[in-house]
């Protein structure tokens, strides 16, 4: 029995996905959701949690608090004494110093918990999601807060088949995976290859970043960690392509024109 947190979000749903395609027994925790398979918890309820993780062989561990905080990680942690293996989604460059700050420092914590406990550990430090693009389907011109920033953004579906793989394998106990796509693009580039699969005119406007979430109605401590993750993005952070995705997959890592032609009718609005 897997237990899937997150299950409804850009990974959480994909690991949902490909576990029934494989017949897994699986468990995925809600707040709200109700439904087969489904179990209700919160992470600041360890009642919920206790009930929610009992039973269960692995945990695939996402957790999106609306400000930067480990709290429910380690919640989820303690809940979870007992459970023989745990997979976190984390995040690109965390750990690392910059601009006088560490680069998610919340996942950071977690992820040392998850290496002291004595639970099997997998972590995973995706870059910028393709889905991200979504968010824009609705926008003209697109805001561009990165600029002339490089990364290898990723396709969900990987991340979501590499967790899975970790889940139900013991061949990736113990390691952490830095996972891209196969190119390194500039958000222009991605807007210009969805111009081109949509068959639709694409334009973007270079914002600032803090003013730009500021509008949005953002936490102080929320815009605080995206803004120093875009500067060190434009400052060739991200910039980087790993092997991670084809080698645990033993396929290529799909690119950005695959993930957009896929999801061309979640764009039908920019039509």
Do not use: C
């Amino acid at each position: 029995m897997i237990l899937v947190t997150g299950a409804t979000g850009t990974i959480g749903s994909q690991v949902v996905r490909l576990l029934s395609q494989q017949g897994v027994p699986y468990r995925a925790m809600s707040r709200t959701r109700t439904g087969p398979n489904y179990v209700n918890a919160d992470f600041t309820d360890p009642a919920s949690l206790s009930a929610a993780t009992a039973g269960v062989d692995a945990i695939f561990l996402v957790t999106t608090p609306p400000t930067p905080t480990p709290d429910h990680d380690l919640a989820l942690l303690e809940a979870a004494k007992g459970v023989p293996k745990v997979v976190k989604l984390s995040a690109n460059g965390t750990g690392e110093r910059f601009g006088g700050e560490v680069m998610g420092a919340w996942h950071l914590v977690a992820e040392q918990a998850l290496e002291a406990s004595d639970l099997a550990w997998t972590i995973l430090r995706p870059t910028s999601f393709a889905s991200n693009f979504l968010a824009y389907s609705l926008t003209d011109p697109i805001p561009d807060m990165l600029g002339p920033a490089q990364q290898a953004v990723v396709d969900p579906r990987d991340v979501a088949a590499v967790a899975v793989e970790a889940l139900l394998t013991n061949a990736h106990a113990g390691h952490r995976y830095d996972l891209t796509g196969p190119d390194l693009l500039t958000f222009a580039d991605q807007a210009k290859t969805l111009e081109r699969v949509l068959n639709h005119p694409i334009t973007t406007v270079d914002v600032d970043a803090g003013q730009t979430l500021q509008a949005t109605g953002m936490p102080p401590e929320a815009i605080q960690a995206v803004t120093t993750g875009v500067a060190w993005a434009r400052a060739g952070g991200a910039a980087y392509v790993t092997s991670h995705v084809p080698t645990i997959l033993n396929r290529p890592a799909k690119t950005f024109e695959q993930w957009a032609t896929d999801h061309q009718d979640a764009f039908t609005t920019m039509r």
